[in-house]
């Protein structure tokens, strides 16, 4: 079976949402592809507190599934489809998911980025509850308290900044014995009195309590490499900061990316080199990684894609 639309946004998250809604309102009658996990990384958190329009924290599965009605309400369609394959040397562009074939004459791609974690055990069970890949995001949770950050490049260095001015003390787990970081970041780092440095040590384990029906973070079970003995560092929150890995393995020597495998669109803008395509949210945008600016980037691709069809197929309008 080969599906067609106008356009295809590939991506059921804050981005591929936004831009659903922008399209959808615009006539395009867009078709929205939400792979396996719709609604996004927001669906495997808790609060969220950041997300404009809300008094009070909301749930991270409940702000997406709102996203989605507001998108189906205004005529979007969304399949549950993931891509496997993509040619976009091709017009109409045409993608290959497990269900069916689809073509399309735009495309949005908003397919998101995933953080690397440590795979410890305990992390994945006390992540929301404790475990964090996100300071701006959960670091005002931990307002007076004790966080540790896992890694030693400018990521881990940047959460550790973000986290000192507003944790009580920051410890920065690093396995080796000197930063990967821009030095201009570490000498900021040495200058901050409520931070200091584990250096040659691994995190082996997250440990928690039962705290009620919920999960609650005691402990990282770290080990000096050295010494070899593990001991419980007692934090209230953890930050893993080894780095992201964007979903962009279908673009691969179709669209230029950077080293980490992240898309370039025009500067300011969501177009990418193959006109007709864009990109918005965390599949480009290696700094923010926010919800707000994947709907934000995802709200421009829409727009810059219905400007794009009306000038370059008219007579498809
Ligand atoms: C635990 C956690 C907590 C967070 N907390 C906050 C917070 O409090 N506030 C905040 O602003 N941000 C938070 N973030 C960051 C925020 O979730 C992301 O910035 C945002 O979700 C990015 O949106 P996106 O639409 O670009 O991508 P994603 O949310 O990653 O969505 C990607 C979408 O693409 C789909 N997809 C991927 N590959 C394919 C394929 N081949 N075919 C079809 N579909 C595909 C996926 O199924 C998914 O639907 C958090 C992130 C995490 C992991």
């Not at 599965?61 to 309400?73: F, G, H, I, R, V």
């Not at 926010?290 to 980037?297: E, I, L, M, Y």
């Amino acid at each position: 079976m080969e599906r067609r639309a106008r356009i295809i946004i590939l991506g059921g998250g804050p981005a591929g949402l936004t831009a659903a809604i922008y399209a959808a309102r615009a006539g395009l009658r867009p078709l929205l592809l939400a792979g396996l996990q719709p609604g996004g990384q927001l669906t495997t958190t808790t609060e969220v507190e950041n997300f404009p329009g809300f008094a009070s924290p909301v749930q991270g599965p409940w702000l997406m599934a709102q996203m989605q009605a507001q998108a189906e309400l205004v005529g979007a369609e969304i399949a549950c489809d993931s891509v496997h394959a993509a040619d976009l040397s091709v017009r109409p562009f045409r993608l290959e998911g497990d269900a069916a074939a689809y073509r399309c004459e735009a495309l949005v791609i908003a397919t998101g980025a995933k953080a690397r974690w440590l795979g410890v055990p305990g992390e994945s069970a006390l992540s929301g509850y404790g475990v964090s890949a996100c300071a701006t995001c959960d670091g005002f949770f931990y307002r007076g308290k004790s966080v540790a950050v896992v890694g030693g490049g400018n990521t881990a260095v940047e959460e550790a900044l973000y986290l000192s001015s507003l944790a009580a003390e920051v410890t920065l787990i690093h396995r080796r014995d000197t930063l990967r970081c821009e030095r201009i970041l570490g000498d900021r780092l040495a200058a901050r009195p409520n931070v200091r440095v584990l250096w040659n040590h691994v995190v082996e384990a997250v440990v928690g309590d039962a705290q009620g029906e919920r999960p609650a973070l005691r402990a990282a079970l770290v080990r000096d490499l050295a010494a070899g003995t593990p001991r419980e560092l007692p934090v209230d929150g953890l930050f893993v900061a080894i780095g992201h890995a964007p979903e962009t393995g279908l673009f691969r020597n179709q669209l230029p990316m950077d080293d980490a495998g992240y898309l370039l669109t025009v500067p300011g803008r969501t177009a990418t080199a193959v006109p007709g395509v864009f990109a918005a949210g965390d599949v480009q945008d290696p700094v923010f990684r926010q919800a707000v600016t994947a709907a934000g980037s995802g709200c421009m691709a829409a727009l810059e894609a219905e400007r794009w069809l009306a000038a370059a197929l008219p007579a498809a309008a």
